[in-house]
């Protein structure tokens, strides 16, 4: 071997040993550099610990082996939250970036099986989780995707312990996240482009009476999906109405599925909230609720659902709503020594056009519904307001089929006291009504209808009662079929009462005047 070629040969294997040389030392350096961080320069609050750090400066890699990072309160000088995880990987840091343009560049922040559980204390203000040290961000922060891997997370009560929020094999990809000087400004301190998020066996703690639990979810930026989701009273109706000062209902609600589509929120002018969707779908609810009416009356006044909507605190706009084959049980319980009445709607499907309080007059949310009603009976309803009327003005059509009138004795016989004979083969009727008042009028053809008055706590018929009401009640509409009686009535509402009870008011007033006044029409 040639002299020259001697000299070129040890200076490139020079050159290379300094080059991995450097590399080690600038290895052991800056994961120097990072546990004297993590040692001494963290908030006091927060602790780590970790069983290794591996550092590769030539790809900007940096891995945190089997953490556990525990957060104490600074008030309470007690543990609120914990996150331990088997990796915490940053990959492909900017060195240009930060030395050149003070930016911090990232490809990819991965949590792998984060264990995350935090103590919520509701004493402490919001304002106090604010962290401090992200006001004083010197650089702006790019991330192009932030993976976290089969996580769980858990929310206790601090003082109790009990379960507030749970959710398993937590999958989630951001992706563009920024921070800056600007985005910290913000509600929301960072911005992102696009997002999706799984996990299974969500459980909600929604209230002190009722869970929410959803066995899946999926969450893109384009749709939400929930699966399997139950809304359910934690405790049996017995305990319940032990518990309850005043009325409250039982609640055992099951949807197969909800999903929304090209859903947006975020706030306006970093104050107010606001979510949008222009498609939601309910399919295959079915709904158990059950009323103890021997509970004290709930005497708080409630409001009609435009003004629910009008009052929302944040700006809610979905344009369609569709409800597909739901079921309706609703039981109610008037009489300590009866069995509690019953009602039912099946194959319910509704469609819900501006359930929103941002459109403007004179759009109106509208609501369809077709449904059977005790089994058999068809039953399609209109019902249409104006958020922006504060008289609360609306409209409620029902176009009801043929109706067995004992089908509906499963509810009267127990909470009226009343079975009902005879058959009913066409109802109409229509509330024009505002909060406090409203006017019906109802249009019905029916045939050897009876009302049979039953005795106090016996199920036996009280004969001189039950003929006293019938001498009230026309028999029938008309002796041809295809004629109607009608009934027209004005209805005070009970503001303590449900929508539902005031829609119930209207329908009891309007047939009873068609029943016993004298007004017939073809």
């Not at 600038?26 to 961080?37: G, Q, T």
């Not at 059509?397 to 009226?416: V, W, Y």
């Not at 004005?490 to 503001?495: A, I, M």
Request: no cysteine; proline share 2%.
């Amino acid at each position: 071997m040639s002299r020259p070629l001697k000299i070129v040969l040890i200076v490139v294997i020079s050159l290379v040993m300094l080059v991995i040389t450097g590399l080690f030392l600038s290895n052991v350096v800056l994961k120097s550099k990072i546990e004297s961080y993590l040692q001494n320069s963290l908030p006091e609050t927060l602790k780590i610990q970790y069983s290794d750090i591996e550092v590769s400066t030539w790809n900007g890699r940096a891995v945190i082996f089997s953490s556990k990072i525990t957060r104490t309160g600074a008030t309470t000088n007690l543990n609120n939250a914990q996150l331990e995880m088997d990796s915490l990987i940053v990959d492909g840091f900017g060195y240009w970036d930060f030395f050149l343009n003070e930016k911090i560049t990232v490809e990819s922040i991965q949590l792998r099986h984060p264990k995350l559980i935090y103590y919520h204390n509701p004493l402490i203000d919001k304002k106090d989780y604010q962290d401090s040290k992200l006001e004083q961000l010197k650089h702006n922060v790019v991330v192009k995707r932030v993976n976290v891997q089969s996580g769980e997370f858990t929310i206790l009560d601090f003082e109790t312990d009990s379960l507030l929020l749970k959710a398993e094999n937590f999958t989630m990809n951001v992706m563009g996240l920024r921070l800056d000087e600007n985005t910290l400004k913000d509600k929301i301190p960072f911005e992102f482009k696009e997002y999706n998020v799984h996990f299974k066996n969500l459980f909600f703690q929604l209230n002190d009476y009722e869970n929410i639990e959803i066995k899946s979810s999926k969450l893109t930026t384009k749709e939400l999906n929930f699966s399997n989701l139950k809304l359910y009273t934690k405790y049996s109706k017995q305990k319940l109405t032990r518990m309850i000062p005043v009325e409250r209902d039982h609640f055992d609600i099951d949807i197969k599925s909800i999903v929304l589509i090209d859903q947006e929120f975020g706030y306006k002018q970093d104050s107010l909230f606001y979510f949008s969707s222009p498609k939601v779908e309910f399919n295959n609810p079915t709904m158990s609720i059950y009323r103890n009416k021997l509970v004290a009356d709930d005497n708080t006044i409630k409001s009609l659902y435009s003004k629910m909507l009008r009052n929302l605190n944040f700006d809610l706009t979905l344009s369609n709503v569709a409800i597909r084959n739901a079921a309706i049980n609703y039981t109610e319980k008037v009489k300590a020594d009866a069995a509690a009445g019953e009602i039912d709607f099946s194959k319910l499907n509704a469609n819900i056009s501006n359930l929103s309080n941002t459109y403007k007059s004179p759009e109106k949310t509208t609501i369809n519904i077709n449904a059977k009603f005790m089994k058999e009976t068809p039953i399609e309803i209109e019902w249409y307001f104006d958020v922006n009327d504060v008289n609360d003005h609306f409209i409620f059509k029902a176009d009801i089929g043929k109706l067995n009138a004992n089908k509906m004795n499963n509810f009267t016989e127990p909470n009226l006291n009343v079975r009902l004979e005879g058959e009913i083969y066409k109802t109409y009727f229509t509330v024009d009504g505002y909060d406090s008042t409203s006017t019906v009028d109802l249009k019905l053809n029916y045939e050897d209808f009876k009302v049979v008055v039953m005795q106090k706590n016996e199920q036996k018929k009280n004969k001189f009662m039950s003929a006293v009401v019938n001498i009230f009640i026309d028999k029938n509409s008309d002796e041809q079929k295809n004629r109607f009686r009608n009934g027209s009535a004005k209805v005070e509402r009970n503001r303590t009462k449900s929508v539902f009870n005031f829609l119930w008011l209207n329908a009891k007033q309007g047939l009873t005047n068609a029943m016993t006044g004298n007004g017939k029409t073809k």
